[in-house]
């Protein structure tokens, strides 16, 4: 029998590679980078059929076609007994998720492990804890009044209970809704993952569901937090194999702005919403915010005045306008001088045009971007602290940033940047060649766990061709036969998948083994 193999190898080897290029293929690369595109009638309706158990077929339809709590559903009972089963086919299932969000069957999976570790290992190398929360929370925690995008783009509905909840659009809010409950001795250092939800216009590597890395430490008056922070962003793109020539972080401060709105004028209250304001001039017309800068009382000169001096790229020509001492530019200054000492400054550069679209950033704002320029911000954040004290809270300072799964993927299969994802980790798979052999190959296969080896067993009878189809699609390393001469001889046969050498093991040797090669 185990002359076939090299010739099963052979067969194996015409089989065409399903590996995915540069990681993923087809309807996996489609669900990872969007376009999913969701089954709607002609009328919009989205149809889903969810039981057909008790002889009775529920159809949910909903005229809005995504969580808005606005309208309810309709369910509509259709008895089958009006039409024979046999007769009337169940509507095609739809086979995508929600438009915007994504599955992750086992390569997606690996991808999104893959990045999550790395995630996990700069926050810790650093010395952040992880910390979660629910995907649930109130509304009341978003609705800030500045006409922020992300709290207009809130998947919220009423609960059971007559409540208003949302699901989060960002951890930030919840972050500060634990400190202020939890009051922990300050400062920490505390980093998630956590998913987050906007109704969000898709482009690629915006989405309506993300996976945010949020890095935040709180407690630190000085720019050593931000430097600490962008320190562990720099160590993040550096284990993923990005360097400085890839990416960038643009640095500015609000409290420059500050200080150009008030020599502008305007008055500190109108601060926040100014910001955010601004922050949209870089993606609409002034003429489309006319009604909105009225209302803040600001004057279309006035905002010409702030665009051009925002143009800037040199902190040196700000400090001309707002004065060397000005405390934001000073604050400016050090950061880039503490990031020159660790070596991480070419990473950086300053950019007066930076403002961020949260109403809740007070000082220094950052934002990591893709140097050719094709893709969205990468990641983005600053120091916030005012935020607990807008809940009710003391004034207690912040920073941090937050950081999507979906454009540093972007961006990493652009850079080619991504190890193959299809196949899992498997080190052996283990296969009885004897009829009824099953539990000896199981046996088998736990002695190699005992060692600490993951390991795959062939569970149905199968021809040896079909085992090695399997292990090679599943990734296994080696493939170990069970039974057959070397079995009668107490001994097992392993073959290593790569070299295609093979070797003759005892059984009874086999976890000493496996734990030295
Ligand atoms: P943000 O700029 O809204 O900040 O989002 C931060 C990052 O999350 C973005 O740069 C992007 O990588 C990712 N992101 C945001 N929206 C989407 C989306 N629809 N699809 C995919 N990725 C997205 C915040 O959320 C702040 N709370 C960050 C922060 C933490 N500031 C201080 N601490």
Redesign the pocket.
């Known amino acids: 029998m185990l002359l076939l193999l090299p010739f099963t190898m052979f067969l194996l080897r015409l089989v065409p590679s399903t590996s995915f290029q540069p990681c993923l293929k087809g309807s996996l690369k489609q669900t990872l980078t969007g376009g999913n595109p969701t089954i709607f009638s002609k009328t919009h309706q989205r149809l889903r059929l969810t039981s057909t158990t008790n002889n009775q077929v529920r159809l949910y339809s909903s005229n809005s076609p995504d969580l808005a709590g606005r309208k309810s559903s309709s369910v509509q009972k259709l008895n089958s007994s009006n039409s024979s089963p046999s007769k009337k086919k169940p509507s095609p299932l739809n086979l995508q998720p929600p438009k915007?969000t994504r599955d992750f069957p086992p390569p997606l999976l690996r991808l999104r492990t893959y990045l999550f570790t790395r995630f996990r290992s700069a926050s810790l190398s650093h010395g952040f804890s992880e910390y979660d929360s629910p995907v649930l929370e109130s509304e009341s925690l978003y609705t800030r009044k500045a006409g922020e995008?992300?709290t207009e783009?809130l998947y919220c509905f009423t609960d059971k209970g007559d409540r208003r909840v949302t699901l989060r659009?960002?951890?930030?809010?919840s972050?500060a809704r634990i400190i202020m409950g939890m009051k922990p001795a300050l400062p920490i250092k505390w980093f998630s993952i956590p998913q987050?939800w906007?109704y969000?216009r898709?482009t690629r590597?915006?989405?309506?569901?993300?996976y945010?890395w949020?890095?935040?430490v709180w407690g630190v008056q000085g720019v050593e937090a931000e430097v600490e922070?962008i320190s562990v962003m720099v160590r993040f793109f550096t284990s993923v194999g990005i360097t400085q020539s890839d990416v960038g972080i643009k640095v500015n401060s609000r409290g420059i702005i500050g200080a150009l709105l008030e020599g502008l004028g305007i008055p500190e209250d109108k601060f926040a919403e100014t910001c955010v304001l601004i922050d949209k001039l870089e993606k609409v017309p002034v003429e489309a915010l006319k009604a909105d800068l009225e209302e803040l009382g600001i004057t279309e000169e006035q905002i010409t005045a702030l665009t051009d001096v925002l143009v800037h790229k040199d902190i040196e020509k700000i400090s001309e306008v707002v004065g060397s001492d000005c405390p934001a530019v000073q604050d400016v200054r050090k950061l880039f001088s503490m990031c020159t000492d660790l070596g991480i400054v070419d990473w950086l550069e300053f950019d007066a045009s930076v403002i961020?679209?949260?109403s809740?950033?007070t000082g220094i704002v950052f934002?990591?971007f893709d140097r050719s320029g094709t893709l969205?911000?990468?990641?983005?954040?600053?120091r916030?602290d005012k935020l607990l004290e807008s809940f009710g809270g003391d004034p207690t300072p912040?920073?941090?940033?937050?950081?999507?799964?979906?454009?540093?993927v972007e961006l990493l299969k652009d850079k080619n940047l991504l190890p193959d994802f299809e196949k899992g980790e498997v080190e052996f798979c283990v296969y009885s060649m004897d009829e009824g052999g099953t539990a000896k190959a199981m046996k088998v296969a736990n002695e190699l766990r005992e060692k600490g080896c993951s390991v795959d067993v062939v569970l149905e009878e199968k021809k040896m061709k079909w085992a090695f189809k399997h292990a090679d699609r599943i990734g296994a390393k080696r493939v170990v036969i069970v039974g057959g001469d070397e079995g009668s001889r107490g001994e097992v046969r392993v073959k290593n998948m790569e070299s295609g050498e093979q070797e003759t093991v005892k059984v009874a040797e086999i976890g000493e083994w496996a734990e030295n090669i």
């Open positions: 915007g995008e992300v783009q659009p960002e951890m930030t809010p972050l987050c906007r969000e898709m590597g915006r989405r309506r569901e993300h945010q949020n890095v935040d922070v961020r679209g949260l809740y950033y934002e990591a969205r911000a990468i990641a983005g954040g600053g916030y912040a920073v941090g940033f937050g950081f999507g799964d979906a454009v540093i």
